[in-house]
Structure formats: structure tokens, C-alpha cells
């Protein structure tokens, strides 16, 4: 093993694990909900994706106490509600829940919410299969108080593929190859292996190469070498917390550092205030993340 894939190695470690099983948790909720969403969608013209994508952002994959003991996986809140309800600490304390009978019923409540909802109404106005404009848009209208909610829902589609369920489509299988896809920083990504070609990795999560060359800072004839980091999406421009900076080891070049965190390469250098055609990390230099 080089000391390149080491590196990697030790910096990921505990994350590979520690989210895996979490990964295989939404691939599953994915599989088991994606007709309701898009029975949902033919019905009432909410894309599929932006269904499912909130559903597993709410419900945590059908893990949250309120998803598994009162089958609410939108985070639905009691106004005018007349059915059974619970209290759970949510942006204050005891607030009041919807509570069903069954998941098929949240799916269902949760389109009705959107649909009649004037705050809503100007959603409608979208393409069903703009996503982007849909989670922008359900954040402007005040669905949910994280300021990051649209851009959580945007990682979690282009991650999983959920955009195809707007076309129609039935599975997520391009997401279960040669490669287990895996979790940091909130991204998804491959470590590569022998014999791995871009072209391979871009049919096999159904992307095409150049946005793959692009997520992952490369030049079009890179080739990638075994234990390589290959995002399947777009990285951001800092680091997540609690990552504030780097302190740089033997054998560590910028690309890399910008891959074990997720930082886009131009935005890296543009932090540290150095040029990419002259500055090369040496051993203890101090990189900013954030």
C-alpha cells in the first residue's frame, strides 16, 4: 500500500464505517418508497425526487422516533390537524406532530400539505423535473428553518439518483455496482481500484465522465490510480466543521488535500492565497479548510 492510499486511509477510517451502514439505510428507504413517491408525483405533480429526498432528510431514513412510532417521515406539524398527534422538541420544546396510521398516509398528507398550501402555489409553476428550482423554492417558502435545506435535499438527489423517479423510473441499481458507495462530509464517493477507468465509474453511477472529471478537480485523460478518492458529485467550497485546517504531510499535494475533505481544488488555493502554478504544500505547512 502507498503512503499515498495511507494517508487516505487514516483520515477516513472511522467515517467509511461509522456511516456505511447509514448509506445501505437510505439505498433501502429508497427502494421500499420510491412507487408511493411516484404514484405521489402522477397524482399531484411533485417531482419524486424532492418526495423522497425530504422524506429521507425528515424521517432519517425511516429512523427517527417520529417516523418509526407515529409513521410521520415529513415532519409534518399539527396545524389544523384533527387526527391523533404526539410532542416531540423540534425549533421549540413539545411542539405537536401529525401522527398516521400508516406510512402511505404521510406520503399522502404531505402532497395535500404542498398542494394547498398558498405559501406553495408558486412551486406548481416548475417543471416537474426541475428539482433544483423545487428545493430552492421550498426553502424560500419557509418549509424548514435550515438555512442549508436546499442544498441538503440537491446533494441528496444527485447522490442517489433520485431524479430519474421524475422520468418515471423504477430502481436505483446504478448505485449498486463494483463499488460501495460510501459517506463523508455529507458526500458520496468510491475508492478506486485496479483497473478502474473514468468512463467505467461514469457508466456505472449512471453520470457522465465529464461532470465526473469535473466533481473530482481532474484533467479529461486522467487515469485513476488504485485507492484514488472519486466524488459523485460536486465537492463544496469549505470544508464541513469541524475541519478548520490541514497540517500538511510527506507525500500530500493540494488535489489530495482537497479530495480527504470534499473542498473544491480552485477554491483551496484561492483560501490560502496561493497560485496553482507555482506552490507546491511542503511538510508542516498550515492549509486552511474554512
Known amino acids: 500500500m502507498t503512503k499515498r492510499i ?8 472511522a467515517m467509511m464505517h461509522s456511516l456505511y451502514a447509514q448509506n445501505n439505510d437510505y439505498v433501502a428507504y429508497i427502494n421500499k418508497y420510491k412507487d408511493i413517491a411516484i404514484e405521489q408525483m402522477n397524482k399531484y405533480h411533485i417531482p419524486a425526487s424532492i418526495t423522497l429526498a425530504q422524506a429521507l432528510l425528515e424521517s432519517g431514513a425511516g429512523k427517527s422516533e417520529l417516523a418509526r412510532k407515529s409513521n410521520n417521515h415529513f415532519g409534518i406539524k399539527c396545524h389544523s390537524w384533527e387526527g391523533d398527534r404526539t410532542y416531540h422538541d423540534d425549533d421549540e420544546a413539545g411542539e405537536c406532530f401529525r401522527v ?3 406510512v402511505s398516509d404521510s406520503y399522502e398528507d404531505h402532497s ?19 428539482y433544483i ?10 418549509y424548514a428553518t435550515n438555512p442549508a435545506y436546499a442544498d441538503k435535499l440537491i446533494n441528496l ?31 458520496v464517493y468510491i475508492i478506486t481500484r485496479p ?3 473514468m468512463q467505467g465509474i461514469a457508466d456505472e453511477f449512471g453520470i457522465s465522465r465529464r461532470k465526473l472529471i469535473r466533481y473530482n478537480d481532474q484533467h479529461k485523460n486522467y487515469v485513476p490510480n488504485k485507492g484514488d478518492i472519486i466524488y459523485l458529485h460536486r465537492k463544496y467550497w469549505r470544508a464541513r466543521k469541524p475541519y478548520q485546517q490541514h497540517v500538511v504531510r510527506e507525500g500530500e499535494s493540494m488535489h489530495l488535500i482537497s479530495q480527504m475533505y470534499g473542498v473544491r481544488l480552485a477554491r483551496l488555493y484561492k483560501m490560502n492565497d496561493v497560485e496553482p502554478a507555482t506552490y507546491a504544500p511542503m511538510v508542516g505547512d498550515i492549509i486552511r479548510l474554512r
Open 6 to 13: 495511507v494517508v487516505i486511509a487514516v483520515v477516513l477510517w
Open 100 to 102: 398516521y396510521k400508516k
Open 112 to 130: 395535500i400539505f404542498l398542494s394547498t398550501g398558498a405559501r406553495y402555489a408558486f412551486l406548481f409553476k416548475f417543471d416537474q423535473t426541475d
Open 133 to 142: 428550482s423545487w428545493a430552492r423554492g421550498l426553502k424560500r417558502a419557509g
Open 157 to 187: 438527489i444527485e447522490s442517489y439518483g433520485l431524479d430519474r423517479f421524475d422520468h418515471g423510473g423504477r430502481s436505483v441499481a446504478r448505485y449498486v455496482g463494483t463499488h460501495e458507495p460510501m459517506l463523508a462530509h455529507d458526500l
Open 195 to 197: 483497473g478502474d477507468t
